[in-house]
């Protein structure tokens, strides 16, 4: 009687997670952090993130998001907290990772990690105030840093490595005496070009647009995405053929702020093409975080977007070849999770990495042509997640490796007990097949 209760309780519990977003598969990474960034590059997914007491920290994937190695504390990033010090990385061709973090006073610091140790810690920008730094590393794997900076008026700064040290600021941006400028997004592409995407205040708060010249050493191709009433931060990323691609949240003020949409701008030989709103959006009650989106493109020129909206994270994919949107505006998760995430892409897939309220940091990932069929939750091999799985893994919750009622298949976040990361997991994926 009392085993018939228990599993009747399990199966109740898991009702709860039968609404499955349409997407290959979900991963628990087995850490708790916040500010999630991630960067693909040479086989290698990285990931860096702020801790629960703070200090930045670093993992990686060598198996497109199965396994991790980490994590790895950044060991002079302790003194890095909150949103101002909100880390980001980059990849090189050698296995490596750059990482870029601020302690919310007066500078952008950088370190390397080449694979097996932490280099020394640099000083990439240093003024009255450094905030938000982002990161990309170009095609001759020199690291380059974008951050919100202020030298008496506010400006985006950047500032690259080409050798030995690290070169003196420059401006991306107009300047202004009030912090009416931020959020800035760098980024690198095949083609040998670094793009920067920022909010700049002039008539509105417009998201603008610049491309790095690493001949000239100069900023070029300065344009601003007009679309917009308001915007929040803005993310950037680069595609295979050397064209930017950008998102933003836009804010309207009705009695109070709130998210009119999540907007996408793209370019090609064409010029400018101004998609408009991936998403309505809606009512936000914490200020801009909720909405921030994400951006990632695979090797195929394909575009991966997330963003928070209705307490749920969404995502859809653009294919700029025909202009197209092989996934719409779909759930990534079923219910409320937290806001902030990152995403990367490789060959032909998006990854996603999103904080949980379940607790810790999860991974999910996929492409349009994958099957919406089971990653995980198969657990009797039949090509469907049901039923006959859900007794499965009833059966052996709770259990371990030499328990009588262990089943290796039910173990589907692989870390030697059946528990409430792999009920979570299968939920995710139940009705798929």
């Known amino acids: 009687m009392g085993s018939y209760c228990i599993r009747t309780s399990f199966i109740g519990v ?17 850490v708790e952090g916040y500010y999630p960034n991630a960067d693909y590059r040479a086989g290698m997914i990285h990931l860096v993130f702020m801790g629960a007491g703070g ?3 670093y993992m990686r994937s060598s198996t497109e998001g199965s396994t991790w190695e980490g ?18 990385v980059a990849g090189n061709d050698l296995g490596g990772a750059h990482i870029t973090w601020s302690n919310g006073s007066n500078s952008a610091f950088h370190e390397l990690f080449d694979g097996s140790t932490f280099g020394p810690k640099e000083i990439a920008i240093r003024t009255n105030t450094v905030v938000e730094p982002d990161i990309a590393v170009d095609v001759n794997n020199v690291p380059h840093i974008a951050a919100m900076v202020n030298d008496g008026q506010w400006f985006i700064g950047h500032a690259r490595k080409p050798g030995d040290s690290w070169e003196g600021v420059r401006a991306v941006s107009d300047r202004f005496t009030h912090a009416q400028i931020g959020a800035p997004s760098i980024t690198s592409d095949p083609a040998g070009n670094c793009h920067a995407g920022w909010k700049q205040e002039g008539g509105g708060t417009f998201p603008h647009y610049a491309r790095f010249d690493t001949v000239s050493g100069n900023w070029t191709d300065h344009a601003v995405m007009s679309n917009s009433g308001g915007s929040g931060d803005v993310y950037i990323s680069g595609t295979p053929e050397g064209f930017p691609r950008i998102a933003w949240a836009e804010y309207r003020n009705d009695g109070g702020w709130f998210v ?16 408009g709103k991936i998403s309505d959006g809606g009512y936000i009650s914490e200020g801009f975080a909720p909405a921030t989106p994400s951006i990632a493109t695979d090797n195929l020129g394909r575009t991966y977007f997330s963003w928070a909206a209705a307490d749920r994270i969404h995502y859809a994919i653009h294919d700029s070849t025909d202009n197209s949107w092989p996934v719409p505006d779909q759930y990534l998760t079923n219910e409320s999770r937290q806001y902030y995430h990152g995403s990367c892409g490789n060959e032909d897939s998006g990854f996603f990495i999103f904080e949980d309220q379940r607790g810790g940091l999860y991974v999910s990932w996929g492409n349009p042509q994958d099957p919406p069929g089971p990653v995980q939750g ?10 006959e799985d859900l007794l499965r893994l009833s059966l052996a919750f709770g259990s371990g490796p030499g328990h009588p009622r262990w089943n290796e298949n039910a173990d589907l976040d692989e870390n030697g007990v059946i528990d409430g990361n792999d009920l979570a997991i299968f939920g995710g994926n139940f009705g798929r097949g």
């Open 260 to 275: 009119y949409g999540i907007m996408y701008s793209w370019r090609d030989t064409n010029g400018w093409h101004h998609y």
């Open 14 to 30: 898991l009702l709860m997670w039968l609404a499955a977003p349409a997407w290959s598969g979900e991963r628990s990474l087995g």
């Open 71 to 88: 994590p790895l504390g950044v060991p002079s990033a302790a003194d890095a907290h909150n949103k101002t010090g909100r880390p980001a």
């Open 55 to 57: 200090g930045v920290y």
């Open 378 to 387: 198969d657990i009797n091999g039949d090509g469907r997640v049901n039923g």
